[in-house]
């Protein structure tokens, strides 16, 4: 047990829709990362937020946005869902920010599927 | 084009033989971190180079980061089943960017 909980596990839904993706980091990391991962396109790097602010952009497509919450919790939000946004999203959380990030701690993922 | 080429895609080989993987970036790392994944589950961290040169052992994993800081290769000896799985390896880019990419993934099967 990494300690990062993703909620949910699994989410079906259609084209069209929006979701929201939900984590809660370990307990006392201030870092939260999101990635994408699909069997074509590997694990990409989409956002990372430290302690509320956003400190790096990747690959994050302008129908995705995420937030951190004073909690620290973050949520990663997936509007007008397309067929190929289709994958395992994961959660990872660290206690720095800044360079040498170090160990990330993986969530389970939520595995999203658009029908 | 992919910023972290890991070499080969996927690896197959009998219990007992050693092999090698490896992680070629094109700029400078601050960081290179070598993860293994069991397949549809989260990434579990291996181990972590900083320094040029530096090698660090986990069991009979071995992972080496060279001089310049653009290559590292991941070396297991005598590998088990257990060893199966996908093998990542991750870095910190230089450049004032606080990006933590991964490459593309290598995907190893071992036989019994």
């Known amino acids: 047990d990494s300690g990062v909980t993703q909620t949910p596990k699994h989410l079906i839904t259609a084209t069209g829709q929006r979701v929201t993706l939900r984590c809660s980091p370990r307990?006392?990391?201030?870092?939260v990362y999101w990635y994408q991962q699909s069997l074509d396109q590997g694990l990409q790097f989409l956002i990372q937020?430290?302690?509320?602010?956003?400190?790096a952009k990747g690959n994050i497509l302008e129908r995705f946005s995420a937030q951190q919450f004073p909690d620290l919790h973050s949520e990663l939000n997936l509007s007008s869902l397309e067929l190929g946004d289709s994958a395992l999203y994961f959660c990872a959380s660290s206690k720095r920010g800044a360079h040498v990030a170090g160990e990330l701690f993986f969530g389970e993922g939520s595995r999203l599927t658009v029908l | 084009s992919q910023e972290l080429e890991q070499s080969p895609q996927s690896l197959i080989v009998q219990e007992g033989k050693n092999l090698t993987i490896n992680c070629t970036s094109s700029k400078t790392l601050y960081g290179l971190y070598w993860y293994k994944q069991k397949y549809g589950e989260g990434l579990i961290f291996l181990m972590m180079?900083?320094?040029?040169?530096e090698e660090k052992s986990h069991e009979k994993i071995t992972a080496k980061l060279d001089e310049k800081k653009q290559q590292s290769s991941l070396h297991i000896t005598a590998s088990q089943p257990s060893h199966a799985g996908i093998y990542l390896c991750g870095a910190d880019m230089a450049s004032g960017t606080y990006k933590y990419i991964f490459g593309t993934g290598t995907r190893l099967k071992v036989l019994a």
């Open positions: 180079l900083q320094k040029g040169g």
């Open positions: 937020y430290y302690n509320g602010e956003e400190r």
């Open positions: 307990s006392g990391d201030l870092s």
